[in-house]
Each structure stands twice: as C-alpha cells, then as structure tokens.
C-alpha cells in the first residue's frame, strides 16, 4: 500500500515538473522564393510546435500547406501591442513550443523577430535557432567580392537623408550590402552612377532563388543599364564593392 501511495506520488512530482517546464522558441528561416530550400529540420520542427508565430498569416499559411502541415497561426509583425507579446511570452512559459518565420528568409533582418527574441530571452525561455537561407548570405556567395569583412545597412532612405547616405557609403572601404525594392531600383543605380568612382564595381541580385533569378555584376552604370533594358520587377539585394584603397609611392 505505502509502495504504491510512493510511486503515484513520484509520477504525480513528475507530471507538475513537466507541466512547469517552459516551452521552446524556435527561431526558423524560411525560404526566399524557391520552396525546395525549407530544411529537413525545419519541416520536422513546423510539425512538431504547438503553433506558428509570423509576420504574415497568408504568406505562412502557403508555406505550410505546401508541406502538408496543418498549424495555428499566430501573426507578429512591427504593429503588434506589447500586450499581444507578454501573451506570446506567457505561452511560452506556460510550457508551448512556438516557432517564429517570417515572410521570407531568416528572421531579425529588418522585421520583428528581434524584439520577440529579446522578450523571450528576458523571461528565461530557451531560443533556438534553426537556420536557413538568407538573401545575405546568398548574394555574397555570389558576389564575387572579398567578404571576410562587409557593412549591412538594409534598405536605403526614401528622402530624409538620402544623399548623406550615399556619400557616407561611398567611402567605405568595405562591400556594403543594401536591399531595394522594384519601385526605386533604378533611382539607386542612378544615384551610384554619380557618386562611386567610375570604375568601382557592384553587385545587385534580382529575385534571388526564384524562377526569373539574375545576377548582374559590372560599374554601376553597366549594371544599371543592362537591368534598365532588361526587367525591374522583383526583389533586389546590392552589394557595392570595397573602395580601392589608393596607395602613395614615396621617391
């Protein structure tokens, strides 16, 4: 009688010690235009969480129907409240696994997967990534340009700014990596043409991964021509080459 009054005891302990176990936040990056690039682990880990945190509940949902995985969705995005947040956090802490995707590529690159971390982070929740593509890392593997070492600076100014920061860039002696949209991929081809040197070179990947894929690489006004007479639709990453570090000969 007392062994088995010990060993419900010792399975009810254990049941409260996984009850008040914390979940898991699974930061996980999704393909940027070809579906096949979702990893095997990250498949098996949308199946596996209790929902889906993302930026775009439509965009996801795709996303999830392709692999026949059937999840609740839950969108965060840059207007989320605070308060939809602690109860994202109080999920976790409830002992809900959660995975967090964004639209497109790996999450904290200009969207709101930064803060959620952080938050996570700050109650005790264990965050774990599970990696995948990123526009990024995918242009400079095909750039061409030595990248041991780069300036990421996202989407350039609309207006305010704009010319400070193309002189400022201008000067690095670093590639610096920028995304641009369809709407003014050309005014910022424009823009280098008339404040890099003439001869500095520039990447720019358009729709990367994706079926109309295209890589250009030549001056910006080499690139900016052939893409003006080409096709401007899509998604664009440039990356603009190092400075030429100029060099004095002493007599």
């Given at each position: ?57 439509r965009v996801t949902s795709k996303l999830l129907a392709a692999y026949h995985i ?182």
């Amino acid at each position: 009688m007392q062994d088995n009054i010990h060993g419900g005891c010792v399975k009810n302990m254990e049941r409260a010690l996984i009850f008040d176990m914390p979940g898991v936040l699974y930061i996980l990056g999704t393909p940027i235009g070809n579906l096949k690039d979702l990893t095997f682990r990250a498949v098996e880990n949308l199946a596996s969480v209790a929902a889906v945190v993302c930026e775009d509940t439509r965009v996801t949902s795709k996303l999830l129907a392709a692999y026949h995985i059937s999840k609740p969705l839950i969108s965060l995005h840059e207007h989320t409240s605070e308060h939809k947040l602690a109860q994202l956090i109080e999920r976790l802490k409830r002992g809900d696994n959660l995975a967090y995707v964004v639209d497109a590529g790996t999450p904290g690159m200009n969207d709101p997967g930064g803060k959620f971390v952080a938050a996570a982070m700050a109650a005790g929740i264990h965050v774990v990534p599970i990696p995948g593509i990123s526009a990024l890392t995918t242009a400079i593997s095909v750039c061409g340009f030595p990248m041991d070492e780069f300036l990421y600076l996202g989407f350039i100014p609309h207006k305010k700014g704009r010319q400070t920061f193309f002189r400022s860039m201008a000067q690095s002696i670093r590639p610096v990596v920028l995304l641009e949209s369809t709407h003014r991929i050309l005014k910022t081809l424009e823009a280098l043409v008339t404040t890099l040197e003439a001869q500095r070179l520039v990447f720019v990947g358009r729709e990367l991964t994706k079926l109309h894929e295209t890589l250009y690489r030549g001056t910006a006004q080499a690139v900016h021509e052939e893409i003006l007479h080409s096709s401007i639709k899509g998604e664009f990453i440039l990356i603009v080459g190092p400075r030429p570090k100029r060099y004095t000969v002493s007599s």
